[in-house]
């Protein structure tokens, strides 16, 4: 997305000078104890190039996969007669799931890799996509706040709202619909979906659907205009890229925005672009489908009424 990930790998790779670095004090006495230690350690870096550049070539390594882990028993031997193991003569990445590399490679049943970011990563990331996501203007709009006794006086409503946690949870969330009067937690648990994933790192943005039209409206004026300041012009780039990158996009409160022919066209092409790259929309509403039919019809309804799951947010509550 842009520099937030080159700033969170410059920290990975200092993590790993750093252990390699504490290791090597470490190691230094037992090396100067045992010089052929530096030889045998030179042989495995020479052999472990050699069958990589073979397996580059599509060449077979057998013979010197033999030799590579009889010159690691040799080492384990040597460093035996010290009283240390080869993990302990080891530099140790801070984070041991990933080796400091901020990636998991997982291989799937099929065959393929499966690349996910690992918890170091989205730790270090968390507090930029927090602050980026918006959900900071409802700073009680969270799972942690309490909320499940908030819907438990509604079996059906406490059931509804257990689930999207749990999916929140797997990072599985559907496109959604929140719908129902107002004051029945629909923002509420958006909210708390979305700082759920910025707590994991993952990208989220909270906006007012009015808000996201009117942001919108301004990107196609600048694109028109012949000049406009520069700093304007990139704080409106950022936020239009969240709108269509963000992996969770909460648009609050459809239906009481402005309504024209060409802020119409730019929702339908956002939520297009969305749907084509995967990513999730939440959207709430206080009306109801019917009404959303009639409000909206055409192609935008369609689109919702395709792609989109229905939660109905009816118990009777307090909370917007
Ligand atoms: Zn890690």
């Known amino acids: 997305m842009d520099s937030v990930y080159e700033d969170v790998r410059s920290i990975l790779e200092n993590r790993r000078i750093r252990s390699e670095i504490l290791q090597e004090q470490k190691n230094e006495q037992i090396r100067k104890e045992n010089p052929e230690l530096d030889k045998i350690e030179q042989e495995i870096a020479d052999t472990t190039e050699q069958i990589l550049l073979n397996s580059l070539d599509g060449k077979s390594s057998e013979d ?22 080869m993990d302990e003569f080891e530099a140790k990445p801070y984070c041991s799931k990933c080796g400091d590399t901020g990636y998991i ?14 918890e170091c990563i989205r730790t270090l990331i968390a507090p930029v996509m927090i602050n980026r996501s918006g959900v900071e203007k409802y700073p009680d709009f969270s799972f942690e706040k309490g909320s499940d006794e908030f819907f438990s006086s509604d079996p059906r409503m406490l059931e509804t709202y257990t689930k999207l946690k749990l999916l929140t949870e797997k990072e599985r969330i559907p496109n959604a619909v929140f719908y129902g009067r107002s004051g029945k937690g629909k923002t509420f648990t958006a909210v708390a979906i979305a700082r759920r994933y910025a707590q994991k790192g993952r990208s989220s943005f909270v ?40 992996d969770l996009l909460v648009l609050d409160d459809l239906g009481v925005e402005p309504r024209t022919g060409n802020t119409e066209a730019d929702l ?19 009306f109801d489908m019917e009404s959303l039919k009639d409000r909206y019809g055409g192609r935008f309804f369609d689109r919702i009424d395709r792609n989109f799951a229905r939660f109905h947010f009816s118990m009777e509550g307090t909370r917007a």
Do not use: W
């Open 64 to 85: 010197l996969e033999g030799e590579l882990r009889r010159l690691n028993r040799k080492k384990e031997r040597i460093l035996a007669t010290c009283g240390i193991s």
């Open 268 to 286: 339908l092409n956002l939520l297009d672009t969305r749907i084509l790259a995967g990513k999730t929309t939440i959207i709430t509403t206080n």
């Open 207 to 246: 906006i007012r659907l009015a808000e996201a039209q009117e942001l919108m409206m301004e990107h196609r004026k600048m694109i028109q205009a012949f000049y406009t300041p520069a700093d304007k012009e990139r704080a409106v780039e950022r936020k239009v890229a969240y709108l269509s990158q963000a």
């Open 105 to 118: 490679r997982e291989e799937g049943k099929d065959g393929s890799e499966k690349v996910t970011l690992c």
